[in-house]
């Protein structure tokens, strides 16, 4: 029987917990209540369009990564965004598709869905017909396919 690796939280040692989801799970916090969620699971509670805007701004940070992402050895890449009438920033690894909440930020952009600020850059358009990559290919000044491409398969950060 293998067990479930140890998946460390990003801001304070301590290991997460697994807690379910309706069509998955997501990894939590005890000490500092800070969550690592899927996309793919983030998508069951909180608008797509939300979702959308904020992995485009994690495609788009500028930011120094300085947190580990709990699950694989790639650095976590922090935006800020606006939830509600909050500026916060958040985390998101690239590797896993996922994002991580500090405390009860996961709460605030459930609570306000629809009323994340969209990113600040303007996204550009492939092909005569201008049609767009689907948002985790999304291409901005800052990112292209090839970036992503090289941030997936390569380790930059050591």
């Not at 994690?58 to 699950?71: E, F, I, K």
């Amino acid at each position: 029987m293998n067990a479930e690796p140890v998946h460390v939280c990003p801001a304070c040692p301590v290991p997460l917990e697994r807690r379910p989801a309706a069509l998955g799970s997501h990894l939590e916090c005890r000490s500092c209540h800070g969550v690592l969620i899927n996309l793919a699971v983030l998508r069951q509670s909180v608008d797509d369009r939300v979702i959308t805007a904020l992995w485009q701004r994690v495609h788009a940070s500028a930011l120094a990564p300085s947190r580990r992402c709990p699950t694989c050895p790639k650095l976590l890449r922090p935006f800020t965004t606006t939830i509600g009438d909050s500026d916060v920033e958040l985390d998101g690894c690239l590797l896993c598709q996922a994002l991580w909440f500090d405390g009860a930020e996961l709460d605030q952009l459930k609570a306000v869905s629809g009323r994340v600020a969209p990113p600040r850059r303007q996204q550009r358009g492939y092909g005569p017909s201008g049609i767009t990559a689907p948002s985790f290919y999304c291409a901005t000044d800052a990112f292209d396919a090839v970036s992503f491409i090289a941030d997936v398969f390569f380790d930059f950060s050591s």
